[in-house]
């Protein structure tokens, strides 16, 4: 499975099966094994803690994404124009990914994916909104939980989890070299003030782990949602330590896979910007959100 195997690895069996059966006509699985090989192909990363390769043929997350005018055009004309086989025979999904060339098509392909409703003006700022985002660093191709916010954003569906008061991360390493990270973090939900800190390796985990000490008890699914991969692009290089960066998150729940994105100079400002939305996205967006909950109590 997914070609692993000691050292140099095998022959992988999730992409001769599909060849196999839907290319030249042996049956090797019924339709709902067949149906079910791209989650049994994530689950057996998460198993060995992999991260899921994006470009592995028929279940990666690439395998059926689409991007620009002629291809998304293409698609809703006709899937097999650019597709080879139905995504959803192997388990996959078609990804229609957003960049600032795409058009009003693009978005709209975009949002009838996700189950919104975009009038023509509406996708229209939206495209705009893409240009002007991009041109500041954002890039949305590998950040469509973000994109998906923000057409949510557009038409009035975004819902916040809470609205932030403050954050604060303090790093401090000690003359014996150990290093410790302490976050606090002051928020409101549902009227209700949290005030949690907490402990952890880097800034990042240590503001993700105090977030979640104050939503998991409103929203548990959050204690599904694991952060599975984290890359961090400087932008303009001549200004050295000083210069913009590109924070992208790839987060799961064991099911799905989706990216986010923050961009700022400060490197922490863009991890919390990409690491709340990825968490937004996992419980909004894949329709697990439910009304928030008073908690035991607010304060610290």
């Not at 999904?93 to 795409?102: D, N």
């Not at 058009?103 to 409703?117: N, P």
């Amino acid at each position: 499975m997914n070609g692993y195997g000691e050292r140099c690895g095998n022959a992988n069996l999730v992409s001769i099966i599909p060849n196999l059966q839907l290319k030249l006509g042996y049956e090797c699985l019924t339709a709902e094994q067949l149906g079910a090989l791209t989650p049994a192909a994530h689950f057996l990363d998460e198993l060995l803690n992999f991260t899921p390769d994006p470009d592995q043929p028929y279940v990666g997350r690439n395998a059926f994404a689409h991007k620009g005018g002629m291809h998304v055009a293409g698609i809703a004309a006709d899937p097999a124009t650019f597709e080879h086989i139905d995504p959803a025979v192997v388990g996959n999904r078609r990804e229609v990914l957003i960049s600032e060339l795409s058009g009003k098509g693009t978005v709209h392909a975009r949002a009838r994916e996700a189950g919104i409703a975009l009038d023509d003006p509406a996708a229209a700022r939206v495209v705009e909104r893409v240009k002007e985002l991009e041109h500041r660093g954002y890039h949305y191709e590998a950040a469509g939980g973000s994109f998906e916010l923000l057409l949510r954003r557009e038409t009035g569906e975004y819902d916040p989890l809470f609205r932030l008061e403050s954050w604060r991360a303090i790093v401090e390493k000690r003359a014996d070299g150990r290093v410790e990270t302490e976050a606090t973090i002051k928020i409101w939900v549902d009227g209700e003030r949290y005030v949690r800190t907490a402990e952890g390796n880097g800034p990042v985990n240590a503001l993700d782990r105090a977030l979640r000490d104050a939503l998991v008890e409103i929203h548990p699914h959050l204690a599904d949602i694991d952060l599975v991969n984290f890359k961090v692009r400087i932008l303009d290089e001549a200004k050295g330590t000083g210069a913009i960066t590109r924070v992208l998150l790839d987060a799961s729940d064991g099911d799905q896979v989706w990216g986010s994105i923050g961009v700022s100079e400060n490197v922490i400002e863009a991890s919390w910007e990409a690491l709340v939305d990825s968490l937004e996205y996992g419980m909004q967006v894949a329709g697990l959100a439910a009304r928030p909950v008073r908690g035991t109590g607010s304060g610290s």
